[in-house]
């Protein structure tokens, strides 16, 4: 079986879609020739030609509302949009626009529309180019919001978003994009939104992370192995839709949770998750549910990302001030 | 064949301006949403939705055209329904070639230059008109879909209605170029300046344009030089920033006069027949609002409709609490 890093199982995702639908297109910013700023699209426009994948003008908006009118055309649109913080130059065409349009509409329409973002810290971009956002599309209701962690997961949910008759935000760990590789079949398979992941088993604490964060906790839990501690992780994979249910019993399990994410702190989405464990396993629980988020500033320098982020230490030292509690 | 097109326009600008007069009656009573009228913009509306083929073609209405997609196909019920807060009489039928109306000003450009590219791309014979204000020129999105429109060639009509305000900002301060229509110039198409109150006229230059964009001439970007003689909408009151002066002036070139005059020079048109004709029309804006105003009204949990093809567990269970009476 075939071992790909992630931008090689996106890269096969796209390819494999736009293969079997004749209505898959690839359009957004230096997706043709070049590949993509990070080679994700390289190869297809050689293979699907021009007119299915598109390097479109640079205007993010236009891209996200094109892609809307595309998708009503019959087209199936998948969007690339540079870095997820360059999302605020089209954010009125996904919040307001893509992911209302369906209730706007009563139901005539819908938008089967993928949108691609990379983003995150870590490979010491310039500005702008590292926001966590994501929590942001939380607050718009009716578009689904997709952080692959791994290359296997990145081509089964981006297959499953494509194929999705809403549409989807798929958000890319830059800095894994080129990290670890693992088994990712050829051919076409999907994984389902909503299912949590258990990507590591442990006893006494569960970390709760999606995308480049889930990395940073299992590097977490086998240090911690040498304090004694036995930590799981539980990989989100989606936070639109969120699974509940695992995220709960695996809780309830461990009776101890630390949510890592590397979006601020206040109203990140791991405030969410807080307070859905309050509400629902509160009494399963032997500490608070801890956090460790960046820094409610705005994202600094690249030279100052590694104090900016969480780090191993400070996810390290929250599940064992969790573990004292 | 002219006498033939105007007493049919004629028909159509005098539904629209009895109809908008009826909805203002009834929202000042409390009976109908908030609504922007057309009032004055009349030969606009009704003579660039004649340009274009209900069968093919598709329309991307911005929010003061309603009479245009009716004209296209939308029934008036149907469009009165959505503005009386309906949710299945407010569906717009299969097979009607009309989008939602769009209230984020100048948002569905783009989406109209994705659909136009999207309907050559599915090699459909087929262009799209949208509508836009001069207020919604001066929108990023204006220029993102319009630049967008040039470089794909997408098979694409922007008809822009300069009705000379955007709410109480005048068109003066709006932008410094002299005429709206040299903007596409920028974006590599061609632009027509008309006179938005001569029926006829826009009706002649967005045939020219829709033939354009159907034989792969690529889009236009057509100019209508109008002006709103009413209020941005029902919350509106121009008597604090409109000039009566421009008021009066306006209304000495109103589209509907105007066409009326011409046909009662050729004999065609008289009291008699226009009180015949405002009977008839009245009786059909009655009856679309009473089927509106009939047609069943939302259900709490219709708060939940039309969202997700599969909602997400947890609003699922939103939706069930609802119903239940919990309150979430």
């Known amino acids: 079986m075939a071992e790909r890093n992630i931008v090689e199982a996106i890269n096969s995702a796209l390819a494999e879609e736009m293969e079997a639908d004749p209505r898959v297109m690839v359009l957004g910013l230096d997706v043709g020739k070049l590949g993509g700023v990070f080679r994700t699209t390289s190869g297809l426009v050689d293979r699907f030609g021009a007119e299915r994948v ?90 689904k919001i997709v952080m692959p962690s791994n290359p296997y997961d990145a081509k089964g949910l981006l297959i499953e978003a494509i194929r999705d008759p809403d549409p989807v935000l798929f958000c890319e760990p830059d800095r894994l994009y080129r990290g670890r590789r693992s088994v990712v079949p050829d051919g076409a398979y999907t994984l389902p939104f909503g299912k949590a992941q258990l990507v590591r088993e442990g006893e006494q604490v569960t ?45 309830a399990k461990t009776r101890r ?26 009494y399963d629980l032997d500490a608070p549910v801890a956090r460790v988020a960046a820094f409610d500033v705005p994202f600094p320098p690249a030279s100052l990302e590694d104090y900016y982020l969480p780090s191993l230490d400070r996810v390290v030292a929250a599940v064992r001030r969790t573990m004292e509690a | 064949m002219e006498e033939e097109f105007l007493l049919e326009a004629l028909r159509w600008m005098m539904k629209s301006r009895l109809y908008d007069q009826k909805v203002i009656a009834l929202q000042r009573q409390g009976l109908f949403g908030v609504y922007s009228p057309g009032i004055g913009q009349e030969a606009c509306i009704i003579g660039s939705a004649m340009a274009v083929d209900p069968v093919r073609d598709w329309m991307v209405p911005q929010y003061r055209e309603l009479m245009a997609t009716v004209h296209h196909g939308l029934p008036l019920e149907v469009i009165t329904a959505q503005y009386l807060g309906k949710i299945g009489p407010a569906r717009i039928p299969e097979g009607v070639k009309v989008l939602p109306t769009q209230v984020s000003i100048a948002a569905q450009l783009p989406q109209a230059t994705g659909l136009a590219w999207g309907l050559r791309l599915r090699r459909q014979d087929s262009a799209v008109i949208t509508y836009v204000g001069d207020g919604g020129s001066s929108e990023g999105d204006f220029h993102e879909g319009l630049n967008l429109a040039g470089v794909t060639r997408a098979p694409i009509v922007f008809f822009l209605s300069n009705n000379q305000w955007a709410i109480s900002t005048s068109r003066k301060v709006q932008t410094a170029t002299r005429n709206f229509a040299l903007r596409a110039a920028g974006y590599g198409f061609e632009g027509v300046e008309v006179d938005g109150n001569d029926v006829m006229a826009v009706y002649d230059v967005t045939c020219e344009a829709v033939e354009r964009a159907r034989s792969g001439g690529g889009p236009s970007l057509i100019a209508a030089e109008t002006y709103r003689m009413s209020f941005h909408n029902t919350t509106d009151n121009p008597s604090r920033y409109q000039d009566q002066k421009d008021y009066d002036e306006a209304r000495s070139r109103d589209p509907i006069e105007r066409v009326q005059k011409y046909l009662a020079g050729l004999g065609l048109w008289d009291a008699k027949r226009e009180a015949q004709w405002t009977e008839e029309i009245r009786e059909e804006n009655e009856r679309a609002m009473k089927m509106a105003t009939e047609a069943p009204a939302p259900r709490p949990e219709d708060v939940f409709a039309n969202v997700y093809e599969e909602p997400p567990p947890r609003v699922i269970r939103q939706r069930a609490d609802l119903v239940d009476g919990q309150g979430g």
């Not at chain 1, 640079?58 to 998708?71: F, H, W």
């Not at chain 1, 893509?98 to 490979?123: D, E, M, N, W």
């Open chain 1, 54 to 143: 598109v390097d479109t003008p640079l205007a993010e908006a236009g891209i996200v509302g094109a892609s809307l009118g595309l998708a009503l055309a019959g087209m199936v649109p998948v969007a690339e949009i540079q870095f997820l913080g360059f999302t605020a130059q089209g954010f009125h065409q996904i919040g307001p626009q893509l992911a209302k349009y369906r209730q706007r509409s009563r139901g005539r329409y819908h938008c089967q529309v993928t949108i691609r973002a990379p983003f995150g810290g870590g490979i010491r971009s310039p500005e702008f180019h590292s926001d966590g956002v994501e929590a942001q599309f939380v607050q718009s209701p009716g578009i």
């Open chain 1, 257 to 282: 949770c630390v949510v890592v994410h590397e979006a601020p702190l206040s109203a990140g989405f791991g405030a969410e998750i807080s307070a859905t464990l309050m509400e629902e396993v509160f």
């Open chain 1, 207 to 251: 970390l709760v992370a999606w995308s480049a964060a889930v990395d940073l906790c299992l590097r977490a839990a086998d240090a911690l192995v040498a304090d004694g501690i036995s930590a799981a992780v539980l990989d989100l994979r989606t936070l639109v839709p969120l699974d509940v249910e695992t995220l709960c019993a695996q809780v």
